[in-house]
């Protein structure tokens, strides 16, 4: 179990380094909106990831209607999580839309690039 936290760890805090640096950078330019809506959606990405590690323990060790129930309800409940970024940022002039969509592929951004860049790269990799 120590080994699943260290990875939610090192991926929601790289999640959230490159959020918060993203948004910076467009509110510096003045792009506000962009900013803030992307952040929004990127802290509930590392939300829903970390729901995704909390819950997959509860499946193991099942039947298979338990499994299949507990399975579906956990999808639901993160597929609301994701959406409410998204509806706050078509009510709230103050978020962009797109950007809030774009935040919500944050933490599956940084595992593709962690997996494809710093993996293949020696000096970078930990032994």
């Known amino acids: 179990m120590d080994k699943d936290r ?4 090192k991926y929601s805090s790289q999640a959230m380094f490159v959020a918060i640096i993203v948004s910076v950078i467009f509110i510096a330019f003045g792009f506000k909106s962009v900013g803030k ?9 590392v939300i829903n990831f970390g729901l995704i590690a909390f819950l997959n323990p509860f499946i193991l060790g099942r039947t298979r209607f338990k499994t299949g129930s507990f399975a579906f309800l956990s999808i639901t409940i993160r597929y609301a999580l994701l959406a409410i970024p998204l509806v706050v940022s078509l009510k709230n002039d103050s978020l962009n839309f797109y950007a809030a969509a774009a935040g919500l592929f944050t933490v599956q951004f940084i595992i593709i690039f962690n997996q494809l860049v710093i993996n293949r790269i020696p000096s970078i990799r930990k032994v």
Do not use: E, N, R, Y
């Not at 260290?6 to 760890?9: D, P, S, V």
């Open 6 to 9: 260290q990875i939610l760890k």
């Open 37 to 45: 809506g992307f952040l929004l959606a990127s802290i509930f990405s």
